[in-house]
């Protein structure tokens, strides 16, 4: 069993580092799993917020505005270094209640704000959304898995949380599984599908695209610990 914190010391960021901020509904699986590739570089520095008062897409976005930027906001965003911000959101009921697209509307406007206020910065995408359907949990799933999940299958379990929780032998560790990065990032693409008005296809997650930005970063490292599973 790996112990990844045991192999490799924590690196502290450069002045420069990358930045990644990562607006959590979970209070506990997506923190933890994101800790996992706290300090792996020095190039980057992966902040996971958690929330605060409610967890739906509307409250995240005011947290996010609280904590990145209001006058006296806890981190600041460098569109010079390249950072971003992830809202890392479930489908739930969020979808139906009308709350998922006011945030991906959000992240446009603040796209928008940045790319008028900066000319010397190459646009790029800084704020933006990773929606997982029905939860975070699929996303654990295809570090594992290739194909989705039969439906008869998760049919049998309270909840999908708990199918994953079961179907991963062990359930997910956090202390080693997440080096499964790169594998997760291939089968969640190809297992990636769209339905009608963008909505996301059941056992679909948009999270293959933070990994892949994590990934840049910490590929070196992901290998040494993947030659040990």
Same mark, same amino acid.
């Given at each position: 069993m790996i112990q990844r914190r045991r192999d490799y010391g924590k690196r502290e960021p450069s002045r420069d580092a990358h930045k990644i901020y990562l607006v959590c509904e979970g209070k506990d699986t997506e923190l933890n799993y994101f800790k996992f590739f706290e300090g792996l570089s020095s190039n980057l520095q992966v902040i996971a917020i958690p929330p %605060? =008062? +409610?967890t739906d897409p509307i409250k995240l976005m005011k947290r996010a505005q609280e904590v990145l930027l209001d006058?006296?906001?806890?981190? %600041? =965003? &460098?569109? &010079? !270094? +390249?950072? %971003?911000? *992830?809202?890392i959101i479930d489908t739930d009921t969020w979808e139906k209640e009308g709350k998922i697209k006011p945030l991906r509307e959000f992240c446009q406007e603040q796209n928008d704000i940045i790319r008028e206020k900066y000319d010397e910065v190459k646009p790029?995408? =800084?704020?933006?959304?990773?929606q997982s359907n029905p939860?975070? &949990?699929? *996303? @654990?799933y295809y570090h594992f898995y290739d194909k989705k999940p039969s439906q008869e299958k998760v049919g049998d379990c309270a909840s999908f949380k708990e199918? =994953? !929780?079961? $179907?991963?032998s062990g359930g997910f560790n956090f202390e080693k599984d997440p080096a499964r990065l790169e594998d997760a990032i291939s089968k969640a693409e190809a297992n990636f599908g769209m339905e009608k008005y +963008?909505?996301?296809? @059941?056992?679909? %997650? $948009?999270?293959n695209k933070p990994g892949r930005e994590i990934l840049g970063f910490v590929k070196s490292e992901l290998d040494k610990l993947r030659n040990k599973l």
């Open positions: %605060t =008062v +409610g006058d006296n906001r806890q981190y %600041t =965003v &460098e569109c &010079e !270094h +390249g950072d %971003t911000v *992830w809202f790029y995408p =800084v704020w933006n959304v990773a939860c975070f &949990e699929i *996303w @654990l199918f =994953v !929780h079961l $179907e991963i +963008g909505r996301l296809s @059941l056992y679909s %997650t $948009e999270m």
